[in-house]
């Protein structure tokens, strides 16, 4: 329409812009009063190069609802009018953004059928200093930032920046060093590995009411074959203490079990499903941790351990339904240790007799262990004349479960100090 008009003459280009104005207001408000109050499909394409997630934001952390492959990866979704998605890279929720508006690709459905499209250049945002969640402000202003300061400096840091420093602690060089997290010295010096476990096997133990076996120490001086020490405590906890950990992994829910994938700048492992561990497990954390009987079970592991319990990640409770199994695996890893040096010693627990199958085998040692309920299996994963060592002697496998249901919990204890780094969000998990 502007065009009709003489570029000189003002006065009709001036009607004719005000008509175009209008229209494209008409249009825009025709295309608001649109409703669609059923569900209808919405079609994402990822162009960048990132392995990508959509999240559904649901006002809070947001909902999973699709993996979208890198370079024209496609997923289709039901959806509603006004639902909005975030997009982040796969396994951390680490946004994907717009580099040039540093705006966070996002995209609220108007109607049935459209394709939201993550361009080429879609990329990690060059500040990593972001809220990536509608909740963080709510969530720092009623005191996350202070409890669970690791969790919220990566995932809402903008909102923690001024009572934290977040914006400095993101980079896992700075808030990750032994002085800043007061780490103390390790649990064991060269020989106290031999040490403990031959406190247990002596015919006087203190512990000799829980039932100490052992089933390989070295030189077979101490019983069992010759090998890495592996103790069974056939006694060590009740039925009562057993279903406690049981409901209380119940109270946090099982998940399918992950492994941990790549580590990103800011020191997140991505989360991989397993698939040599198709069992479920649960972190025992929160309500789970404040359990009387749950507690007692942990301080009972720090007696006779004498490793405090903040060497120790969180009970893993563990859910093996029929036919589940976990594949020969290390407790520790020959090479990566950070601030809290090696798993050391895992202190394992049977929480349910199992009819048939689930045993645990030592792959090399030609052990198998039955599960018993009250029955705790404890290994460790270093050397006695080297704990910073790693031991490849004590692999492992839980064989898979023919009949009947087995639940077992495990304490991993580490060398240094575990719940400091793994507060402070430094050792790539964040529970
Ligand atoms: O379930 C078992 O018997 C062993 C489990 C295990 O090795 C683990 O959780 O690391
Ligand atoms: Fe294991």
């Known amino acids: 329409e502007e065009g009709t008009c003489s570029a000189a003459d003002d006065e009709c280009n001036a009607a004719a812009h005000q008509r175009t104005t209008q229209q494209e207001q008409q249009e825009q408000q025709q295309e608001k009063q649109e409703t669609y109050t059923h569900k209808f499909p ?5 162009k960048s190069q990132y392995r990508a997630d959509v999240h559904w934001d649901d006002g809070k ?15 289709s979704l039901e959806t509603y009018q006004g639902h909005s998605f975030f997009i982040t890279r796969h396994g951390v ?11 966070q690709h996002r995209v609220t459905v108007k109607r049935p059928n459209e394709t939201y499209e993550i361009p080429e250049n879609a ?41 934290l420093n977040a914006s400095e602690l993101i980079d896992p060089n700075v808030r990750c060093t032994k002085e800043r997290l007061n780490m103390t010295e390790p649990a064991w010096q060269p020989g106290d590995l031999n040490k403990l476990f031959e406190s247990w096997a002596a015919k006087d133990s203190d512990f000799a009411q829980y039932d100490p076996q052992v089933l390989s ?36 829910g099982f998940e399918r079990s992950t492994d ?62 029929y036919n589940q199994f976990y594949r020969s695996h290390h407790d520790s890893s020959g090479s990566e240790k950070g601030l809290s040096g090696h798993r050391i010693l895992t202190f394992f627990l049977y929480l349910t007799d199992v009819e048939e199958g689930g045993e645990t085998k030592f792959n090399k040692l030609g052990i198998q262990v039955k599960p018993k309920r009250g029955r705790a299996l404890v290994w460790p ?43 402070w969000g430094c050792t790539g998990s964040f529970s």
């Open 217 to 252: 120490s070295p030189g077979a001086e101490f019983g069992g074959i010759d090998g890495p020490w592996v103790v069974t405590f056939d006694n060590f906890f009740s039925e009562d203490e057993a279903n406690a950990l049981i409901q209380g992994g119940a109270k946090v």
């Open 260 to 321: 941990q994938g790549k580590m990103n700048s800011l020191g997140e492992r991505e989360k991989v499903v397993s698939t040599t561990r198709t069992s479920s497990n649960a972190w025992c954390i929160g309500a789970c941790e404040r359990i009387p009987q749950v507690s007692r079970v942990s301080h009972r592991i720090e007696e006779v351990t004498k490793v405090p319990k903040k060497n120790y990640e969180s009970f893993q409770i563990l859910e093996y339904d």
């Open 93 to 103: 929720k680490e946004g994907l953004f717009d580099l040039e508006t540093d705006e």
């Open 381 to 423: 994963s270093v050397k006695n004349e080297d704990p910073s060592t790693w031991d490849p002697r004590t692999f492992h496998e839980a064989m898979p479960v023919i009949k009947g249901k087995k639940y077992a919990a495990n304490h991993w204890i580490h060398l240094n100090d575990y719940e400091g780094p793994n507060k």
């Open 123 to 163: 990329a990690p945002s060059t500040n990593p200093c972001q809220d990536r969640f509608s909740i963080c402000k709510s969530e720092a202003a009623r005191g996350t930032c202070s409890w669970s300061p690791g969790w919220m400096i990566v995932h809402c840091c903008k909102s923690c920046d001024e009572e």
């Open 42 to 46: 919405m079609k994402f394409v990822n």
């Open 61 to 75: 952390y947001g909902v999973h609802m699709a993996i979208l492959e890198p370079n024209g990866g496609e997923s």
